[in-house]
């Protein structure tokens, strides 16, 4: 497969002209990215990279990271972790207050802003320095010691998390909170901060292409069962209230940001990263959606 030819045609056929939406500015520091960025990065299980435009320069991965602590929480409680959070897709925006109501505060997946919540108050109740912990996993998986989180991005973030922090009151009223309030945001909102290129984002899910293995030194993260879930719900829920339609035009696992990126996975294939900051109404990148929806299709290799 001529994969870098597949993305130099993906690259000359978009053009962020195209897109109708926005860059992200309900957190403000977001709203001052460049609209024009544009980058892919894909790495294959045979260790060969391909890239095109931006894919090495950092940007906020905003929602990517709940699959990062999603996995630090399934390492740490395994099968119990499904009594604090359901894995149905929710049909709402990733921010949504509803549904906690009726489900007794557990939230319908660990990828909506309520579940990655609950995930936090898990990891910040179960280990000593959850921040640094998060770290150490991300930098290991990625083969890069230097990535961190993007401090302007997380006070920005929690100047204006009304929402959030309402979010984790309301479970707490309800009872699947344990922690106090002030650590799971900060937790949760430096998260969200994590600032990553493409090529890393596409070097770190390569352990979901993977079996959970580090492709690079074959250490073990995740067992093969807890990367069948975790591609499951990155299938079904990875897109919020627009799973379907990512399904649908892409056919692969993936999560996206409100930063722009999105990354999916095709099982023992690759692992590919995108990102263009221009979102739909959905939150989703506009042009990462139509860049992956032309992979899968000039590749002919989706997971369906
Ligand atoms: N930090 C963002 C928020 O909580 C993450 C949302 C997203 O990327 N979809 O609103």
């Known amino acids: 497969m001529d994969y870098q030819k ?8 978009m053009n962020y002209r195209d897109v109708e939406g926005k860059v992200a500015s309900y957190i403000p520091e977001l709203a001052k990215v460049d609209p024009r960025k544009f ?12 890239c095109f435009g931006d894919s090495d320069e950092n940007f906020s991965i905003q929602s990517i990271a709940k699959v990062f602590s999603l996995s630090m929480a399934m390492i740490l409680m395994g099968e119990d972790l499904w009594k604090r959070v359901d894995v149905e897709p929710s049909g709402d925006p990733f921010n949504s207050l509803t549904q906690l109501e009726y489900e007794q505060g557990v939230p319908r997946n660990p990828f909506i802003n309520a579940g990655a919540l609950v995930i936090s108050d898990i990891l910040v109740a179960q280990l000593e320095d959850p921040k ?6 991300v930098r290991k998986i990625t ?4 990535i961190d989180f993007d401090k302007k991005i997380a006070a920005s973030e929690k100047s204006t998390g009304y929402r959030n922090i309402a979010l984790v009151n309301y479970m707490k009223a309800l009872g699947n909170i344990k922690c106090e309030v002030e650590p799971i945001v900060d937790f949760y909102f430096n998260l969200c901060s994590l600032s990553m290129s493409c090529k890393e984002l ?8 993977n079996k959970g293995k580090i492709l690079d030194t074959g250490e073990e993260i995740l067992t093969p069962t807890s990367v069948k879930r975790i591609n499951a719900l990155m299938q079904t829920c990875g897109f919020y209230d627009e799973a379907g339609e990512f399904s649908f035009e892409v ?20 692992s590919v990263a995108v990102w263009s900051p221009i979102l739909n109404h959905k939150g989703n990148s506009e042009l990462g959606m139509k860049a992956l929806e032309r992979l899968t299709t000039l590749s002919g290799l989706s997971v369906f």
Do not use: R, W
């Open 6 to 13: 597949i993305l130099n045609t993906i690259e000359s056929e």
């Open 202 to 209: 596409a070097q770190a899910f390569m352990i979901y292409a």
């Open 251 to 270: 056919g692969l696992p993936g999560k996206s940001g409100v930063g722009g990126g999105i990354v999916a996975i095709h099982p023992d294939q690759y």
């Open 143 to 146: 083969g890069n010691p230097e």
């Open 132 to 137: 640094q912990e998060l770290l150490d996993f």
């Open 39 to 50: 980058g892919m990065h894909i790495y294959c299980g045979d260790k060969q990279h391909f």
